[in-house]
């Protein structure tokens, strides 16, 4: 599976932006699909998950001001940020894996296929 995440930018704080996660998968539907980021000096950590049935799950700090959803026609995850903060800066990539569980799905460890990360800026 190959993953081209998009959409990243520059914005002022307050702004909004949609990453994109685009897949080569003839089964993309059964997929689930993750974004996780990364700011400069600190580890990867999670943002949200979507799993193939649209259940879906939140790091406490988007809660709210993030969206995840999924359009199987187009294989393509999106992550819509709204009111974004300075700290929300930092490369986004989306991940991806047929076999997550639910009590794993919010583990960088646990999927296989990655995208090549997005940059996301948010001035103050």
């Known amino acids: 599976v190959q993953l081209q995440a998009s959409g990243g930018g520059l914005v002022q704080a307050g702004g909004s932006l949609r990453l994109s996660c685009a897949a080569s998968?003839?089964?993309?539907?059964?997929?689930?699909i993750a974004w996780f980021r990364q700011a400069p000096g600190l580890e990867r950590e999670f943002v949200a998950v979507?799993?193939?049935?649209?259940?879906?799950s939140y790091a406490d700090s988007v809660k709210g001001r993030f969206t995840i959803s999924r359009d199987n026609a187009k294989n393509t995850v999106y992550l819509q940020m709204n009111s974004l903060k300075p700290e929300d800066t930092a490369v986004y990539y989306c991940?991806?894996?047929?076999?997550?569980?639910?009590?794993?799905?919010?583990?960088?460890?646990?999927?296989?296929?990655w995208g090549q990360g997005t940059l996301v800026t948010v001035s103050s």
């Open positions: 991940a991806a894996d047929s076999g997550v569980i639910l009590s794993s799905m919010r583990q960088s460890r646990v999927y296989d296929y």
């Open positions: 998968a003839d089964t993309f539907s059964r997929y689930t």
């Open positions: 979507i799993r193939y049935n649209g259940f879906t």
